[in-house]
Structures are given as structure tokens and as C-alpha cells.
């Protein structure tokens, strides 16, 4: 298939030979005998103009039926423009309206706040900020998967319903084909023998622990898919559903995961950079000013690693006016990690060795016996893009962490098998992949990230 779309006609030299061009009118302007029309087909957030004389045939017909969002193939010869910002501009030879839009149509040219355009979220993506969101998480898809796949990792499909909670916090989505008005009961409890998977199920918070069984099999893989999360916070940081980046390395240990989360995000964000050029722009101009600087700093930089415990000391001796105390033993906020970032070191941090009780129970423990080989990578004007440790290898370690979190063993008995049969030391990390998009392109709500947001009382479309 040719590429025919505006981003690349816009590229073109002008030409004798006619090309059609198909697509969506944004604005039609009348003057003297002359319309001037901007049309756009989602592949560039600029449009092509397209200029029809008043000779063409059945103009005033076509010019009364044209208004903005209706669709139309439009043919003509690519000329140079005088206009101020665009080379080239359709001289239209002939028009097909494919799809007529009324005069009322929602989207205008006028600007619409994005708690709106959520109500409308099936004709949201034909504005410029939610097209370019769609281009760019795209973008940065195929980035994602370039960088693993370049580098040998194995991508790894994991199950999206589980009947263990990789978290162990508790926050799932249960599973059930029991009938609600009236579950079976066992004991006074829910008797999930007569259940579908004749157990409890859920949707899964993560494809972590079953990517480590494919890890300790292939070496590198990595899962990137749907994860699901029933926490009850409204905010414009979370989502009930959200994709999940998740690499699993085998022979592996915290310093080249380190390694490993570094050279990634920065391959990305390079990624975007380089192919997204118009998009990011807009970004930059209109959403979020030095999103760009940003990222090319981030690219530039090598990451400070610092210990969790020199990070609270640091912030411990801080004049900041913190609406969070900081005490060794408690989780950092993010104005904790934007004042390490953006203040104190003026780089990318990754810190480690965080306090046991704060950490996920496959975490490998440190010799201390207080603290994890954990890292969190923090990122100025965000705090923590990505988290993950060094697992742990050994079985009654491992054991004894799951039955501390108030697990049961027996549901984690083929994670811990891992251990028995020629486990070898193995890291990863996860990354929210709206969370990146996020913050890549400056949008201050994570519901406006993805194309169909679900969280808290929100299950439109």
C-alpha cells in the first residue's frame, strides 16, 4: 500500500500529474468567488489547504453542503503555496462529498476544555491534541517493541485472568460467572467450586510473575499488555485499566537492570523525538512549554544512583516546605522525588535498596535484612517513570516474604518451583505505559492518554 496520506502529500514537491486526497474538512472560508478549504486525514496534525474556484463545476451546490467534519475526496493539482507556513496547496480540480456533517457539529473551530471532549470521547480524536496523543502512543509502541526485540527479548503474551495477586495488595477486579442475586455458598462463604474456573479469579495487576517463568527459560523476555487495577482513587493520575510494559531478565542483577532502564527510556524518548517532530511541537507549544528540552536533557544525561537511605538524609536536610514528611522507613511522594531530580541533583535518579516493608514480596533481600534491591527511576517533572528490583532466588527467603505479606504459599507454588529447579539471579522493571505518554507529551490527565478511559464511575463507551 502506497503511502497517500497528508503527511506525506505535504512532503511532496508540486506536480502537473492529479492526485486525490481524502478526508475530513476542519474549516471552510469563502472569499470572493474562492473557498478555501482545510482538510485533514489524521496522518499530520497540519492540514493540506485546498483552494476551489468558483469555475469548478456545481460549486455553490458543493460549497452549501461543505461544512467543518464532513468527509471528502478531493482532487486536484499539488501547487506551490504562498501562504506562510505550508509549500505546497491543492488546486482543486473536482469534489465528492462522501459524508455530509450539519452546521451544529460539535467540533468546531473553537477551543473545547478536555473534561468535555471526555463526554465525546468517540469523536475526540479528531482534534488536534487527541490525534496527536493517538500518533505519538503509537509511536512510542513501535518504539517499545523495536528496542526489545533489537536486543533479542522474547515478547511474551501473559494471562490476563489470574487466581494470585502479584502485588499482594488486594486492589483486583474478581472474576466470577456466579450469579450475584443469589451466590452458591460453602460455609457461609462463596462457593467457588461451582465457579467457572472452579477457584477465585481476577483480572491481573501484572504479567511480572508469570513472565519470570519464561525469563528463567528464554533469558530475556518481555510482556507489554493490559493490566487492570481496582483502586478507588479519582484522581487524574490513575486508571482501573492500563497497559503495562514489563522486561524479565534472567542473569541479570539491580546494576545491569539499572543499565537496562536507562538505555530504554532514553532510546524512546529519542524515538518520539525523531518521529513525532509536529506533534511534539504542538506539544510543547500548546500543552506543556519545555516538554522537548526536557526529554533531550533526559537523553543527554547519565542517570545519578543514589541509595534510598542517601535520598531521605538529603531530603531530611532539605529547606523545602514538603506537604509530606520524610522519615526513613516511608514511601517518597513525588514532590520528594521532583525535589531529588529537579533540586538536589539536577539529573535523572535512580534510587535503590529501599526498606523491606515498603517493597513487593518477590524483591531480593540485601544482606542487611532490612532493605530490598529495588530501584525506582525518577525523572524531573514527574518523580518515579519506572520501578523494579532484583527477584528474589532464593526458595525459603522467598517463602517466608510471601507468608510475611499474609499469602498463601500454595497459591505461588510454581513461582516458587522457580527456585528449585536451576533458578538463577533474574531482574526486571515495569513501566505505565499512559504514565510515559503522560508525561512525554505534557497532558496533565492520565484519562486523556488512552482512547477510552476507565476508572472510578467512568465506563462510557
Known sequence: MEKTGIKHILQMEPQEQELTVQGWIRTKRDSKGIAFLEINDGTSIKNLQAIAEQTLPGYDDIMKRINTGCSVAITGNLIPSPAKGQAVELKVTGIEILGEAPPDYVLQKKRHSFEFLREIAHLRPRTNTFGAVARVRSAMSYAIHSFFQERDFVYIHTPIITGSDCEGAGEMFQVTTLPLEQVPLADGKPDYSQDFFGKKASLTVSGQLEGETYALALKNIYTFGPTFRAENSNTSRHLAEFWMIEPEMAFCDLNLNMDVAEEFLKY???????????????????????????????????????????????????????????????????????????????????????????????????????????MDVLVPRLGEIIGGSQREDDHDRLEARIKEFGLDPADYWWYLELRKFGGVPHAGFGLGFERVIQFVTGMKNIRDVIPYPRAVNTLEF
Open 268 to 374: 524512546i524518548f529519542s524515538y518520539v523525538l525523531e518521529h513525532c517532530g509536529d506533534d511534539m511541537e504542538f506539544f510543547d507549544r500548546w500543552i506543556n512549554k519545555g516538554t522537548i528540552a526536557n526529554l533531550e536533557s533526559i537523553i543527554k544525561s547519565d542517570f545519578k544512583r543514589v541509595t534510598y537511605t542517601e535520598a531521605v538524609e538529603e531530603l531530611m536536610k532539605a529547606k523545602a516546605d514538603f506537604e509530606f514528611p520524610v522519615k526513613w522507613g516511608t514511601d517518597l511522594q513525588s514532590e520528594h522525588e521532583k525535589y531529588l531530580t529537579e533540586e538536589v541533583y539536577g539529573l535523572p535518579v535512580i534510587l535503590t535498596d529501599y526498606p523491606r516493608e515498603i517493597k513487593a514480596f518477590y524483591m531480593k533481600m540485601n544482606d542487611d535484612n532490612k532493605t530490598v534491591r529495588a
